[in-house]
């Protein structure tokens, strides 16, 4: 069974300083991958999206991608209190399958 | 109206009550989907269609019951309910579901079943 696997937290980090966030998948056939935000009682939205191996950057977040070790993370730069969400990995897999699958998530905190 | 969108947007029902779910999305997608956010529960898919047709049924209690009438209206309809059932139903589309698409979500329906 393919499985997506996130700490779920909270990892508490001071504003200004960097939150990386991890995510380890179960199956190497994996093609699409997403970084998901959900404030508290909100619904999920995207962030980030990568296909290939390496780094991808958009504003103060990065998205990196290493299918080798199964792991996708997301380092959030000058962290913010207003960044302070759940956030959630997804993986799509390959193979024609219209089903992602998504973590846990995990709960960040950046205090002032 | 602009992205998903999903009316209601709070429920309250008895186990007895027969009530439906709405989302509409607006982004010219030809997938979408059914999810339940329990609380510190990861997201559970719960139906997928695309292009009208039902592609996925994960094995959801037949008291849930989906409708795609076209591809931009997704149904879901509820009957005999139990308290278990209460959570946040999330709708998202896509653009066809092909694993390189992203999904946008609505705002959710937060469901109570008394």
């Known amino acids: 069974q393919k499985e997506v696997e996130q700490n779920s937290g909270p990892l508490s980090v001071p504003e200004g300083a960097i939150a990386s966030l991890n995510c380890t998948y179960s199956?190497?056939?994996?093609?699409?991958f997403f970084w998901y935000r959900q404030y508290s009682g909100k619904s999920p939205e995207l962030i980030m999206s990568?296909?290939?191996?390496g780094d991808k950057e958009d504003g103060r977040f990065t998205a990196q991608l290493n299918k080798a070790s199964q792991y996708v993370s997301l380092l959030i730069r000058d962290s913010q209190p207003s960044d302070s969400a759940t956030y959630l990995c997804?993986?799509?897999?390959?193979?024609?399958?219209?089903?992602?699958?998504f973590g846990r998530g995990t709960s960040l905190i950046v205090h002032p | 109206e602009t992205g998903v969108t999903q009316t209601p947007r709070h429920l309250v029902m008895g186990m007895t009550n027969k009530k439906s779910l709405k989302c509409e999305q607006h982004?010219?997608?030809?997938?979408m989907y059914w999810y339940k956010q329990s609380a510190k529960k990861p997201l559970e898919l719960m139906f997928v269609?695309?292009?009208?047709?039902?592609?996925e049924n994960n094995s959801v209690p037949s008291r849930f019951s989906p409708e795609c009438p076209n591809s931009s209206h997704l149904f879901l309809h509820l009957h005999t309910l139990q308290p278990e059932d209460s959570a946040l139903y999330l709708c998202?589309?896509?653009?066809?579901?092909?694993?390189?698409?992203?999904?946008?979500f609505g705002p959710g329906t937060r469901l109570t079943v008394l």
């Open positions: 997804a993986v799509n897999w390959s193979g024609g399958s219209y089903i992602p699958t």
């Open positions: 269609y695309s292009l009208e047709e039902r592609v």
């Open positions: 982004l010219g997608h030809n997938a």
């Open positions: 998202a589309s896509s653009q066809d579901g092909r694993g390189y698409n992203e999904q946008f």
């Open positions: 199956d190497r056939v994996s093609q699409s």
């Open positions: 990568i296909y290939s191996n």
